[in-house]
């Protein structure tokens, strides 16, 4: 039973708060309602589905530093971070020169550049892999992930975690935020449902589900369908349903079992990687995968990715037995980003100033819920946090399906109506902290908190 089910009374104080919040909202943001009242030849009125949220979208004008401005002209400290991206902040002059240096010789070769290099040796530093290529995206660096794991193995099938988002290729959007009143099986032995139209049944078949956390669970799939597992991906950091942290030694054996089966491990570190420490969630866990992907904040604000690997799984790329292709693949406008990104925006003392900054969140918010006696928790990793409006630990996507959404919209409305953007899905995204944030970015974010958890709580 969840919070709300449990306290109708708090349901309604909830209600309440979301209605008002949207008025305010709405009243704010005349400028963007016109702006989407014109996008009619835009699908949808956005360029994204995942910007059309409640009561609107919000249109952008520029950001600088910590601070992004709408359209409306309201000011925002953005923890938003473009779900990821903008780890540098907005504008870090290393990487406006970087890429305004790039410009002026030239964005497009088709051929490399030496960016590519030190992008690579830092890289293969950072994460101990030691070959690396380049894509677009995050859903390119997933997807050369699985089909290097089956041309590795010569095996089909792989194994994915139950609420684990991949990008937006076929063999990933499986079971992605499913539904529990769909058929989709039991806590221990999910089924695997397909997350959009357009896959087809035939993929979905080569997909077996787990939930995280569950070793039994994934053991039970290599044995079920045995020599036919190419491998497993997943985040090392659960990171689409608020943050779930491994359990002890879950990742390591995790790696162990599939070997001993034969089959691959890659570590998807689009969101973990470089937000959560200058290795990712990888070095931090100490576990060290097959596959490692990367995007979001490797570009600095410019769309790039990464796939690195060990010696026998990049091979295949180097030999020509899997060919990892792209017209934009490690462009030099991307490369000169990330270069700047790697070697001058992530210094040691950045990553100082992060962890700081996390710490003072983190307690700033764990004393606002403390004192209005809310049952949530406050869990981080590196630069990344949320409130998990629940009072249990989250351990998989079961338990995160427990979770009222309404408390992440509340909110997201709450921070946003005065001066703190999050990104508009509360229930399943996090907080992003960037280089350029301050002490007085990180109260507010507390102050808006105090303002939510204070109109929810029971009156005295």
């Known amino acids: 039973m969840t919070v709300i089910e449990s306290a109708p009374l708090l349901s309604d104080r909830l209600d309440a708060l979301i209605e008002a919040e949207t008025q305010a909202f709405v009243q704010r943001e005349p400028l963007s309602r016109e702006y989407s009242a014109r996008a009619t030849h835009l699908a949808g009125g956005c360029t994204s589905n995942w910007q059309i949220a409640e009561p609107q979208a919000i249109w952008m004008s520029h950001g600088t530093g910590s601070k992004i401005y709408d359209v409306d002209g309201c000011e925002y400290s953005d923890f ?49 892999l030691p070959l690396w290529r380049f894509g677009n995206s995050g859903t390119e660096a997933t ?23 991949h990008g937006h290729h076929d063999s990933v959007l499986v079971s992605v935020l499913p539904e529990p009143d769909d058929a989709i099986g039991p806590p221990d032995a ?38 036919q597992i190419a491998g497993m991906i997943l985040e090392p950091i659960m990171m689409n ?53 990367l995007a979001k904040a490797l570009g600095g604000g410019i769309s790039t990715s ?13 030999d020509g037995g899997y060919e990892q292709v792209g017209t934009f693949n490690g462009n030099p406008l991307a490369m000169a980003s990330a270069r700047a990104m790697l070697t001058e925006v992530l210094t040691p003392a950045a990553y100082e100033h992060l962890d700081r900054l996390r710490d003072r969140m983190a307690t700033g918010l764990q004393d606002v819920i403390d004192r209005h006696g809310m049952p949530w928790r406050v869990v981080t990793a590196g630069a990344k946090g949320c409130v998990s409006f629940l009072p249990d630990q989250i351990r998989n996507y079961r338990d995160f399906t427990e979770l009222d959404g309404r408390f992440g919209h509340a909110h997201w409305l709450v921070q946003h109506n005065r001066g703190a953007f999050l990104p508009p899905w509360g229930k399943v995204e996090q907080w992003l902290l960037s280089v350029q944030h301050t002490d007085e970015d990180v109260d507010r974010f507390v102050a808006n908190c105090e303002v939510l958890a204070g109109s929810l709580a029971e009156p005295a």
Do not use: W
Request: glycine fraction near 12%; charged fraction near 15%; proline fraction near 6%.
């Open 80 to 128: 938003h971070g473009g779900y990821g991206v903008s780890l540098a902040g907005h504008a870090h002059p290393a990487i406006v020169a970087a890429v305004q240096r790039r410009v002026t010789q030239g964005t497009h070769f088709a051929q490399p550049t030496e960016d590519a290099i030190v992008v690579s040796e830092n890289l293969s530093q950072r994460f101990g």
């Open 143 to 165: 997807m050369d992930a699985v089909h290097l794991m089956r041309a590795a193995t010569g095996r089909d099938r792989i194994l994915k975690i139950e609420g684990c988002y």
């Open 190 to 227: 999910p089924i695997g449902v397909a997350d959009n139209t357009g896959i087809p049944a035939a993929i979905l078949d080569l997909v077996s589900v787990v939930p995280f956390n569950d070793l039994a669970a994934v053991e039970r799939a290599l044995l079920a369908f045995p020599d």
């Open 241 to 293: 349903a608020g943050i779930i942290h491994p359990v002890g030694g879950y990742l390591a054996s995790l790696k162990e079992l599939l070997h001993e089966h034969g089959a691959l491990l890659a570590f998807d570190e689009v969101k973990t990687g470089l937000t959560v420490g200058p290795g990712g969630a990888s070095r931090v866990v100490g576990v060290t995968p097959d596959l490692i992907c």
């Open 306 to 318: 990464a796939i690195g690997g060990t010696e026998p799984v990049m091979s295949l790329i180097a």
